[in-house]
């Protein structure tokens, strides 16, 4: 089975840190390009971060202000993410995601899903 699986997410002060996994399995993740996304209660989904297929390169939301990092260990088939310095309006499920495509691909590409793992930032 192809699928993707998040951990790592909990309840964080605000200010603290976290860092989310995102293990997969039934395929070779480098052959994918990797994405992390976020859904807040009553808003849409937003893309978060993401890696390219074919350099490793990663990119982030502008509103993260350099607060999050993205990255791989391709022996283990997984990616993580690095949250630093949280804030309360971070506080949703987060998601990994995944496209067999070359390069970096436009979020609707994404059709290999995780579960989600909540993050909850306390004020």
């Known amino acids: 089975e192809v699928q993707l699986v998040e951990s790592g997410g909990g309840l964080v002060q605000t200010g603290g840190s976290l860092t989310l996994s995102c293990a997969a399995s039934g395929f070779t993740f480098d052959d994918y390009a990797i994405a992390w996304f976020r859904q807040a209660p009553g808003k849409e989904r937003e893309g978060v971060s993401w890696?390219?297929?074919?350099?490793?390169?990663?990119f982030y939301a502008d509103y993260l202000k350099g607060r999050f990092t993205m990255s791989s260990d391709n022996a283990k088939n997984t990616v993580y993410l690095q949250m630093n310095s949280l804030k309360p309006e971070d506080t949703a499920v987060y998601y990994c995601?995944?496209?067999?495509?070359?390069?970096?691909?436009?979020?609707?590409?994404?059709?290999?899903w995780g579960q989600g793992t909540q993050v909850t930032v306390s004020s």
């Open positions: 995601a995944a496209a067999k495509w070359l390069g970096v691909p436009p979020l609707s590409a994404y059709h290999v």
């Open positions: 890696i390219s297929s074919t350099d490793g390169s990663t």
